[in-house]
C-alpha cells in the first residue's frame, strides 16, 4: 500500500480518505500555498505559461475521466474546447452578460454537444470511436466558420474583459489566480468523482463494457455521463482560454492539440487524476522549451534555419509520445510512484 | 447535365485515389491488426517524394514511382520495426496513438526536409485528354484512374496468386495457426506496412499531380478513413467501391452545395466527417464489413 507503516485507521471514513497522514496534509497546503504565491515572484512569462498550464490541466483532467477512467477515447477535445469557449465568447460579446454565468453555461453547452457526439458510443468502441470524435471536431469547427453572423467566421470575435462581482480581472496575476483556483476545484472534483458509484462504474466499462452492462451498469447512461462531465471540464478550459486572449478564433482549437492533449494523457500517465496534471505540465513545458530551442537551433544550424523550428516542435511532439508508449506506458505517474516508495520504505527495498 | 457529369467523372478519379489510400489502411488492418492513423502522412510524403523524383532529379514518370516505391519500402520497413514491434500485444489505444505520433514525426521531417512549402508540379505527368462529346476528362484524373486499377489489379494478383500474398491472408485469418505453419508473423507485418506505404506514397504522387503538394495534405486520410468505415473496415473490395462512391459525392454535394453556404463553403473538407457520422450511427460496420459478435 501506499502508506508508511504504524498508520491505522479506526473509522470506515478514515479509511476512505484521500489525505490520511498529517505528513500528507502538510505537504498538500505547502503546495498549494506555493501555488497561490507565484504572482507575488513569478515573471510574467512564466505567469502566462502557468495560466496555460493550469487551463491544460483542466482540459486534460476532463479527458481523463472520458479516456482514461471510461475508456471512450476522445481525439476531438480542442473541438469541445471550441465550444465552450465560443459560446462563452458570444454570450460575452453579443448578450453582454457577465462571466460567472458565461463559464458555467459554456461548459453545460460543450457537455451537451458531447452527449450528441457520444451517441455512437453505445455501439461502437476503439477505432470506430476515435473516428466519431475526430468527425466532431472537423465538423464543429466548419459549423463555427458557418455561422458567420454570430460568431465572427474566421475574423474571429472580441471579448471583454471578464467580470466577477464587480471586480474586473485585467492583470494577469489575477487571471491566473482565477485559472488556479478553478483547475483546484476541477482536481478536487474529478479526485472524488472517481470513487463514487459513477467513478466506478467507469472504470468497469473502460475494463470491459460487456461485463459491465451484465453487472447492471447502464451503459449509454454512464458513456454519455462520461461524454457529459469531460466535455464540461474542455467547455470551461476553452472559455477560460477565450478569455484570456480576450478573443475567440478557430485557430486556438485545432486538430493537433487535440491529439497531444492525449499525448499529455498518454505522458501522464492514464486514468490517474495526477497522471493528468503532470502530463498537462510536463508537456506544456517541452512546449515552452521548445519555443525557447527552436530559434536557437535555427541560429546553430542557419543552412536549415527556417524549417528547423517549425519542425523541431512536429518532430519533438512525436518523438516524446513514441518514447512513452514504448519505454513508459504507465506513464510519468509510475515513475512517480516507484520514487515514492523507494524513499518511504528506504533505506530496505522492500 | 454536363456540369453534373463532369462533377461525376472528376469525382470518379478522385475517389479511385481515396480508394488507393484507404487500401493501404485496410491491408495493415488485416494483416497486423493496426488502425494506421499516419496512412494520410503517408501519402503526404508521396507527394513531396513525386516532386523531388520529377523536377528535381527531371526522372521519367515512371522512374519517379519507382524511386518512390523503393523509399517507401524502406520507410515501412523502418517505421514497422521501430515503433509498431515493440507494441506487439499492447492495446489498440497504445496503437493508435504510435501510429498518430508516428505522423507528426513524419510531418516534421517532411516540413525539415522539403521546407513545408507549397509545391507543385502539374504538367509533368503526361497529358492526355480525353474528350467525350462535351465532356473532358483531366489528364491527372485519367492517369488516376489508370494507375489506381494497375495497382489494384498487381495487389489482387499478389494476394491470389503470389506466396507471400497467400501467407499474409492466411495471418488476417489466424495468427497462431500462421505461426505452427511456420511462417514469421512480424516479416507479414513488416511487408504489409511496406504495401500500405508504397500505396499511400503512389497515391501521394497521383494527388500531388492534380493539387499539388504541401504538409497539409496529409489531411486526405481522414477522407480515407471515411472511405474505409463507410466500405467495411476488414474489406478491400469495399474501400474500391466506397472510395468511388465517395469521390462523386463529395464531388456533386461540393460542385451544388458550396456556391450556396456561407463563407465559401468548403464543403469537400468536412463531407468525410459528416459521412462518417452518418455511418457509425447507422451502418458501423460498413457496407461490407463483417459484424463482430463479442463475448464476455
Excluded at chain 2, 526522372?59 to 509498431?84: F, M, N, Q, S, Y
Excluded at chain 2, 473496415?233 to 469521390?247: F, H, K, P, R, T
Excluded at chain 2, 456556391?259 to 468536412?270: D, I, K
Aim: charged residues 10%.
Amino acid at each position: 500500500m501506499t502508506l508508511p507503516s504504524g498508520v491505522f485507521q479506526e473509522s470506515y471514513a478514515k479509511d476512505m480518505a484521500v489525505l490520511r497522514t498529517k505528513t500528507q496534509w502538510v505537504l498538500l497546503l505547502a503546495f498549494l500555498l506555493l501555488l497561490f504565491t507565484i504572482p507575488l515572484y513569478a515573471t510574467p512569462r512564466v505567469l502566462t505559461l502557468s495560466t496555460f498550464i493550469g487551463i491544460s490541466v483542466i482540459s486534460v483532467l476532463g479527458l481523463n475521466i472520458l479516456t482514461g477512467y471510461c475508456g471512450q477515447i476522445s481525439l476531438g477535445h480542442a473541438g469541445f474546447m471550441a465550444v465552450g469557449g465560443y459560446v462563452a465568447a458570444v454570450l460575452a460579446a453579443k448578450l453582454g452578460w457577465p462571466f460567472w454565468a458565461t463559464l458555467p453555461c459554456a461548459g453545460l453547452s460543450a457537455g451537451l454537444v458531447g452527449i450528441i457526439f457520444g451517441l455512437p458510443s453505445l455501439k461502437i468502441k476503439g477505432f470506430y470511436l476515435i473516428m466519431a470524435t475526430v468527425a466532431a471536431q472537423f465538423i464543429i469547427i466548419w459549423l463555427i466558420l458557418q455561422f458567420r453572423g454570430i460568431t465572427g467566421g474566421t475574423d474571429g470575435i472580441s471579448v471583454p474583459r471578464p467580470e466577477i462581482f464587480g471586480f474586473v480581472i485585467k492583470s494577469k496575476s489575477s487571471y491566473f489566480l482565477l485559472v488556479l483556483i478553478i483547475a483546484c476545484l476541477a482536481t478536487y472534483f474529478t479526485k472524488n468523482l472517481v470513487r463514487t458509484r459513477v467513478g466506478r462504474a467507469f472504470i468497469a466499462i473502460r475494463d470491459n463494457d460487456l461485463a459491465a452492462e451484465v453487472m447492471g451498469v447502464n451503459l449509454l447512461r454512464y458513456k454519455l455521463l462520461a461524454f457529459f462531465i469531460g466535455c464540461v471540464y474542455a467547455g470551461v478550459a476553452g472559455a477560460l482560454l477565450v478569455n484570456y486572449f480576450a478573443f475567440a478564433d478557430t485557430q486556438m482549437f485545432p486538430f493537433s492539440d487535440s491529439i497531444w492533449y492525449l499525448g499529455m494523457l498518454i505522458v501522464g500517465g492514464m486514468g490517474s487524476t495526477t497522471g493528468a496534471i503532470f502530463g498537462a505540465v510536463s508537456l506544456k513545458l517541452l512546449d515552452e522549451a521548445m519555443t525557447i530551442g527552436g530559434p536557437a537551433l535555427a541560429a546553430a544550424f542557419p543552412a536549415i534555419a527556417a524549417q528547423a523550428a517549425a519542425s523541431l516542435s512536429l518532430i519533438m511532439r512525436g518523438l516524446i509520445i513514441i518514447i512513452f508508449l514504448i519505454f513508459e506506458p504507465r506513464g510519468l505517474v509510475h515513475r512517480w510512484e516507484l520514487v515514492k516508495t523507494y524513499f518511504r520504505r528506504w533505506p530496505f527495498a522492500f | 447535365m454536363t456540369f453534373f457529369l463532369q462533377l461525376v467523372i472528376t469525382g470518379f478519379g478522385l475517389g479511385m485515389v481515396y480508394a488507393l489510400i484507404a487500401i493501404g489502411f485496410v491491408i495493415i488492418l488485416k494483416c497486423s491488426k493496426a488502425f494506421n492513423i499516419a496512412q494520410g502522412q503517408f501519402v503526404m510524403i508521396g507527394g513531396y517524394l513525386g516532386y523531388t523524383f520529377l523536377i528535381t532529379f527531371h526522372l521519367p514518370v515512371w522512374a519517379a514511382i519507382l524511386a518512390a516505391i523503393g523509399v517507401a519500402i524502406v520507410l515501412g520497413a523502418l517505421i514497422e520495426r521501430l515503433t509498431l514491434r515493440p507494441l506487439i500485444g499492447q492495446s489498440a489505444l497504445a496503437i493508435i496513438m504510435m501510429t498518430i505520433a508516428m505522423g507528426t514525426v513524419l510531418e516534421g521531417i517532411a516540413t525539415l526536409i522539403w521546407g513545408g512549402e507549397y509545391k507543385t508540379y502539374h504538367g509533368v505527368l503526361p497529358t492526355i485528354t480525353l474528350k467525350l462529346g462535351e465532356l473532358s476528362i483531366p489528364p491527372e484524373t485519367l492517369i488516376g484512374i489508370i494507375v489506381a486499377i494497375i495497382v489494384v489489379v498487381i495487389l489482387m494478383v499478389l494476394f491470389r496468386y503470389a506466396k507471400i500474398g497467400l501467407a499474409m491472408r492466411a495471418t488476417a485469418e489466424d495468427e497462431q495457426v500462421v505461426q505452427s505453419a511456420g511462417i514469421k508473423v512480424t516479416t507479414i507485418y513488416a511487408i504489409s506496412w511496406m504495401i500500405a506505404c508504397s500505396v499511400g506514397v503512389i497515391s501521394g504522387i497521383i494527388l500531388g499531380g492534380v493539387s499539388g503538394v504541401m504538409v497539409s495534405m496529409s489531411e486526405v486520410g481522414m477522407k480515407a478513413f471515411a472511405v474505409v468505415l463507410l466500405g467495411g473496415i476488414d474489406s478491400i473490395g469495399g474501400a474500391i467501391v466506397a472510395g468511388i462512391m465517395l469521390g462523386i459525392l463529395e464531388n456533386v454535394a461540393a460542385g451544388y452545395l458550396d456556391p450556396l453556404l456561407p463563407s465559401g463553403g468548403g464543403l469537400a473538407n468536412v463531407f468525410p466527417f459528416i459521412v462518417i457520422i452518418i455511418v457509425l450511427t447507422l451502418k458501423p460496420h460498413g457496407l461490407f464489413g463483417l459484424t463482430r459478435i463479442e463475448r464476455i
